[in-house]
């Protein structure tokens, strides 16, 4: 299946914050990210999230993270916030309620292949007892 996505990252730099360590921390759970650094911003994008899923999988946090997509998910695609901390230590930490002091990391996903519950299905596929169920498998 071909998959079509545009991943957008926003990230405050504060001024009390170097902007390259902000990167770095963008970084670390978007490795495949380009930035461009707007007044007190960095924007970050790829089109792909398979090292943010693969981190999802390695931290065991995909039905947290399958819930964070649909709270936040429409037609064209899904969005959810990280903690900018968390994110320095290379460690994904979903941010609800209220903003960090420092500000939180903004991602939104616009997906054209194939719809956004498939893209959510391969980022954070469903689990069972704690292991990713292959819904292919369930069908037989």
Do not use: C, W
């Not at 007190?40 to 999230?49: A, D, K, R």
């Amino acid at each position: 299946m071909i998959y079509s996505i545009d991943v957008r990252i926003e990230a405050p730099v504060n001024d009390t914050e170097v902007t390259d360590r902000v990167a770095d921390a963008v970084g670390n759970v978007f490795p495949n990210a380009e930035f461009d650094h707007e007044p007190g911003l960095l924007v970050g994008e790829t089109h792909t999230l398979d090292p943010f899923s693969d981190r999802l999988y390695e931290q065991e946090i995909l039905d947290t993270a399958r819930r964070e997509f649909h709270k936040h998910a429409d037609d064209e695609g899904f969005s959810f916030a990280l903690k900018k901390q968390a994110a320095f230590q290379g460690v994904i930490n979903f941010a609800v309620g209220n903003a960090d002091e420092l500000g939180d990391i903004e991602v939104s996903v616009t997906v054209r292949e194939p719809d956004v519950a498939s893209m959510i299905g391969r980022v954070a596929p469903p689990t069972e007892d704690g292991a990713p169920v292959d819904p292919a498998s369930k069908a037989e």
